[in-house]
């Protein structure tokens, strides 16, 4: 009777131990593990199974882990210690955005409400520009010539494709409504004075421009040009015959939104 008590005392001590004798990982999940740690990174874990210690070793993200404990009773909280990457910087030579929408915030000077929309090529080296704008006023002090309505395509060449500071050119075509107010001044047959009254003519132009622009891209996501433009200006109904073809410019501040 005495040898069946010592007996069974082993068999539960050795029980206890063996069932001691384990790392046990808790999870974020509520679920837990018991297994044989075989290595703690500094991203993951990886553990053989208590179940099945000749079997495969797993792994485990260190951030889908609460806890662990191991066999000697120590334990470690890896909650608080998990490492979080951060983002990757994002390359803008490589991985920009490719549709621009802009706003020409000069072109208020001029009289005009203005924009554009710009699709990027995936080489980063072309670009195609539909400008659109609308005038608001008839009367500026830059020239007896306003604006009613234009539409046209452009095309932006970058020659070392994108980034954060980079050089663009190309040319742009518009077509539009526009009017133009002039004063004529009437004389006599005999040459003298009589009377000057304004003349307004409103018809179509074209223009032609090439542009040349600097463009900083601080974020993906967002962008600021400058833009001078020289070219010419055909506008038929011009009371002169010297104003139906004349060299015209612009100057613009766009601010951009990149998608």
């Known amino acids: 009777m005495k040898n069946v008590v010592i007996l069974s005392f082993l068999f539960l001590f050795c029980f206890s131990f063996l069932a001691g004798a384990q790392d046990i990982i808790y999870k974020k999940d509520g679920s837990k593990e018991e297994a044989k740690i ?3 990174g500094e991203k993951e874990i990886q553990y053989k199974k208590f179940s099945n210690l000749a079997g495969p ?6 951030n889908d882990i609460l806890l662990i404990t191991y066999e000697n009773g120590e334990y470690e909280m890896i909650s608080k210690t998990e490492n979080v990457e951060k983002p990757d910087k994002i390359d803008l030579r490589k991985d920009f955005a490719r549709n621009v929408f802009s706003y020409h915030m000069f072109d208020l000077v001029f009289g005009d409400f203005a924009f554009s929309y710009e699709r990027i090529l995936s080489n980063g080296q072309v670009g195609l520009k539909i400008p659109v704008a609308l005038g608001y006023y008839r009367n500026n002090n830059f020239g007896n010539f306003n604006n009613i309505f234009y539409s046209g ?3 932006n060449f970058y020659p070392i494709g994108q980034g954060i500071v980079r050089y663009f050119m190309g ?3 518009r077509i539009g409504l526009g009017q133009e107010s002039d004063w004529v001044i009437y004389y006599d047959e005999n040459g003298d004075y009589m009377n000057d009254e304004e003349v307004k003519n409103e018809g179509l132009y074209t223009q032609f421009f090439v542009d040349n622009g600097v463009i900083f891209v601080p974020v993906k ?3 600021i040009s400058i833009i ?3 070219g010419v200006r055909y506008f038929p109904e011009a009371q002169y015959s010297d104003d139906v073809l004349r060299p015209d410019g612009q100057f613009a501040v766009n601010i951009s939104y990149r998608f």
């Open 171 to 173: 040319p742009q075509a």
């Open 57 to 62: 070793v797993y792994s485990l993200d260190k």
């Open 153 to 155: 395509i452009g095309v």
């Open 228 to 230: 001078a433009s020289v």
């Open 38 to 40: 075989i290595l703690v």
């Open 221 to 223: 996501n967002f962008s």
